[in-house]
């Protein structure tokens, strides 16, 4: 049953009601390895299901353009105030819609159309919209990429000076949506200085890890972070930007009035909880032992036969290449899904194969730590992998029904927030 539970929902709507405590239930009984998601607290589902979502706030704190503002402004200097204090920054912004927004935003407080912006290339583990083609941050913009290196599978700060002098972007992202390996900060700081660009770290998929203490923070080598709030932070679907002092009035206009209209308050609300919470020690627990799985679950495959992408992971995110499988990424997932572990198909670096058809999966492990799932459990973890993998090569769907099963009964010993069995 979902919770908090739903009963003038499942009376009004049943239909609807229905549909969301199957995914409930879903959510409960599979091994939730896709890498962005995570699971967030009752506290955080409390606060994302309140009356906030009747009030508009268009504005910032004290400077609103609606009336009631007496409660408003209060959560969101308080999400505000706890970003700041868990993340170490001089100015938060809570705002964005999302991290797509988010970054859309920073584009509008440091460039004009057509002006120069460098990324991590889509395929090799970057974002949409850090420049990539069919995003409209490379449609309106110009945009150059980086790579990583076909032997190492991680980035070369060479090249990636190299470019930045010959091109001399105005913005320079790091940081990335597939990207196994630890962001070297200092490294991009030391690049954007001589290049004269203000460099954004894009943390969506590791700021739970650098707020509780697993990856090195970015603070003090970028000029602009920008995180999503739901992926390894476990807060609701939402978005930060956050700054110095210097940079703070650019970004805030951007969001609002250059991007946005009012703010979806329950959304700070829930960010505001699931920041209290990042700064406990238990959190702090949470992300070393989302990278101690990541590292076990690594091992466990690299055993198995699984060529990971850059030979292992330093965070919470694995990518493999099935080519020594002998099967595609899409058939592996959808397999996969049926047996009850759920993750996503990925292009590889240097792929051969089509976006929509890819060699490789990714995977995390931030929502299998938030159910409680240990170093203990991951050679299990990657034995039914490689079943299941195995058992689609020949279209032997009682083997991923039988594993399906079995992942429910272990599952059914770790209980999940906003569910009760
Ligand atoms: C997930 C992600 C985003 C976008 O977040 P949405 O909330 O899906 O818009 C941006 N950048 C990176 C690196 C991401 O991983």
Request: proline fraction near 6%; aromatic fraction near 6%; charge should be negative.
């Amino acid at each position: 049953m979902h919770v908090p539970p739903i009963p003038s929902l499942a009376t009004e709507d049943p239909q609807l009601a229905a549909l969301i405590e199957g995914e409930a239930q879903r959510q409960h009984d599979k091994l939730r390895m896709i890498a962005s998601e995570n699971y967030v607290s009752t506290a955080v589902l409390e606060a994302s299901g309140t009356v906030l979502t009747n009030k508009y706030s268009e504005g910032y704190a004290g400077k609103r353009y609606y009336e009631g503002q007496q409660f408003v402004d209060q959560i969101e200097t308080l999400a505000i105030e706890r970003a700041k204090a868990v993340f170490g920054v001089d100015h938060a912004n809570v705002q964005p819609y999302s991290g797509s927004p988010a970054n859309l935003a920073v584009y509008l407080a440091f460039l004009s159309p057509g002006d120069k912006v460098m990324g991590m290339a889509l395929p090799m583990g970057g974002h949409l919209t850090h420049g990539w083609s069919v995003s409209a941050t490379g449609k309106w913009f110009t945009s150059v990429r980086y790579n990583v290196s076909k032997e190492t599978g991680r980035i070369d700060l060479d090249e990636v000076r190299d470019i930045a002098h010959r091109e001399q972007p105005k913005v320079i992202f790091c940081g990335g949506t597939a990207v196994p390996r630890t962001i070297d900060f200092p490294g991009f700081a030391e690049i954007a200085r001589e290049v004269g660009a203000v460099l954004v770290a894009d943390i969506a998929h590791i700021a739970g890890l650098i707020a509780g203490g697993a990856h090195p923070s970015p603070v003090g080598y970028a000029d602009v972070i920008t995180t999503t709030t739901h992926k390894t932070l476990r807060g609701p679907r939402g978005a930060m930007i956050m700054t110095t002092a210097e940079h703070a009035a650019a970004i805030d206009k951007a969001v609002f009035p250059g991007l946005q209209g009012g703010p979806h308050n329950h959304t700070t609300a829930g960010i505001a909880v699931a920041l209290k919470e990042a700064g406990t020690d238990d959190f702090r627990a949470y992300a070393h032992q989302v990278v101690a799985n990541a590292k076990a679950l690594a091992a466990a495959l690299t055993e198995r036969g699984f060529a990971l992408s850059s030979g292992g992971t330093d965070n919470h995110l694995i990518l493999a290449d099935l080519t020594p499988k002998e099967i595609g990424g899409k058939p592996a997932a959808q397999a996969l899904d049926r047996a009850g572990i759920e993750l996503n198909y990925n292009t590889v670096p240097y792929d051969t194969r089509k976006p929509f058809d890819p060699s490789g999966i990714r995977l995390g492990t931030a929502a299998l730590t938030t159910r409680g799932l240990t170093e203990e459990q991951m050679p299990q973890v990657a034995a039914w992998m490689d079943e299941a993998i195995t058992a689609a090569g020949k279209n032997d769907e009682a083997t991923l029904e039988r594993i399906a099963g079995e992942v429910r009964d272990l599952l059914a010993s770790y209980p999940m927030p906003g569910f009760a069995r």
